[in-house]
């Protein structure tokens, strides 16, 4: 059971998922209704899980998105921050340190209006992979939870 649950966060990060999300998908996998004991063990392993700073707890979903959009947006914060410096706050209230030069090039630049040639064009020219360079570095940033979508930013 337990299993089960966190290879759905581990899937789903940095998105959230709600408890009742997380039993219903157990109890898919498992391919029946989980008896009360099983559910008080599996919120308890959750519990513990939480306790060690693995999973965060949320009063309201975070409008983190790990799904790429063909205009990538990230907070205004943010975008401040990586015109700044290396430090970002990400979606999750995490502060990171932003280490890779690709993924500070095009941060200050995710605001909606840049399609994805458009964030390439902010890499250096490397000799034409640019493309794969981007797709790289926004993939890094969603796993980071600095991509939102346009209605959180």
Do not use: W
């Not at 559910?39 to 409008?63: D, E, N, Q």
């Not at 700044?84 to 909606?112: F, Q």
């Amino acid at each position: 059971m337990a299993q089960q649950a966190l290879d759905l966060l581990g899937t789903v990060y940095p998105e959230a998922r709600s408890l009742e999300a997380i039993l219903g998908h157990v109890q898919r996998t498992a391919g029946r209704a989980l008896e009360p004991d099983a559910i008080m063990t599996l919120m308890s392993t959750l519990f513990a899980v939480y306790a060690r700073g693995l999973v965060h707890l949320h009063k309201a979903t975070p409008g983190v998105v790990s799904a790429i959009d063909l205009r990538p947006v990230t907070t205004a914060l943010a975008r401040v921050q990586a015109q700044r410096g290396s430090r970002v706050t990400t979606m999750l209230l995490d502060n990171i340190e932003i280490d890779d030069a690709d993924c500070r090039a095009v941060l200050p630049h995710l605001d909606g209006r840049h399609d994805r040639g458009a964030l390439a064009s902010f890499l250096s020219d490397d000799g034409g992979n640019a493309t794969a360079r981007l797709e790289t570095a926004l993939t890094k940033l969603a796993r980071a939870g600095l991509l939102t979508n346009a209605t959180s930013s």
